[in-house]
């Protein structure tokens, strides 16, 4: 025991890092991770898209990057990932796939995918990656946007001539 005039050091208090509400928010979030990779949501570019040909639903645009998860730590060159792009209809607990690429440092926009289609909805197979992506971003369903209640005039008019004259843009 140290004796009376040996004073001890004064504990240092706890320093806590105020964030900066103006600070960029992490692009990724971290939904899963399986045995070969880490499947992050990027917060940036999710978006929701009204469904075309009158109706009234909204889908999710969403970009899924994939890391591989290392069976060791060695460092390899160069570090690469994949980007995958979903659209997710939440209610209806459908998705559809348009595109996986491999990127090394930075994604090119020469990309090719096929188009959003009406026809290419799925049902989500149990235990598959896409239920687990569709899962995980239904729970963090309080960091997505808000969808836009808000028509522009074309979606608008569109809705009118669908409604009625019966005929589908």
């Not at 050091?9 to 960029?24: F, G, H, I, L, Y």
């Not at 990127?103 to 149990?126: F, K, M, T």
Request: charged share 30%.
């Amino acid at each position: 025991a140290p004796a009376a005039s040996e004073a001890l050091p004064a504990a240092s208090p706890a320093v806590t890092e105020k964030k900066d509400p103006k600070a960029p928010k992490d692009r990724f979030l971290l939904l899963f991770e399986d045995e070969q990779y880490k499947y992050f949501m990027d917060l940036q570019s999710v978006q929701w898209q009204r469904r075309p040909f009158g109706k009234k639903e909204r889908y999710l645009d969403l970009w899924v990057k994939l890391v591989e998860v290392p069976a060791d730590k060695e460092y390899k060159y160069p570090e690469t990932y994949l980007l995958e792009h979903y659209c997710i209809l939440p209610d209806q607990r459908k998705i559809q796939f348009l595109c996986e690429l491999e990127v090394a440092g930075r994604p090119s926009n020469s990309i090719q995918q096929r188009n959003y289609d009406e026809s290419h909805w799925e049902e989500l197979v149990p235990g598959s990656v896409e239920e687990k992506v569709y899962q995980a971003v239904m729970d963090h369903q309080a960091l997505l946007p808000k969808p836009k209640d808000k028509q522009d005039i074309r979606s608008m008019a569109g809705d009118f001539i669908d409604d009625v004259l019966h005929i589908g843009l």
